[in-house]
């Protein structure tokens, strides 16, 4: 499966658009590139970053357990 990004003119993007639509979900799958998908990736790119850089810190089972506890606790009330 291939990945393209187009950048588009608004004369032609509802023409672009509803050729699209024509396809089926499991032959082309469309990823609009809003403000809510460039902050999510540029947070993973980071985050990802971070884990090639070796500057995280990871939890253990038990060390996850007794955050979950005390982060449910924490608003129970």
Do not use: P
């Amino acid at each position: 499966m291939y990945t393209i990004r187009l950048r588009v003119h608004d004369k032609v993007y509802e023409k672009l658009m509803w050729l699209l639509e024509k396809f089926s979900k499991e032959e082309l799958q469309v990823i609009r590139e809003n403000d809510d998908f460039l902050s999510v990736k540029e947070y993973l790119q980071q985050e990802l970053l971070q884990i090639e850089e070796d500057k995280v810190e990871y939890l253990n089972l038990d060390q996850l357990e007794s955050d979950l506890e005390s982060s449910i606790k924490k608003y129970e009330d």
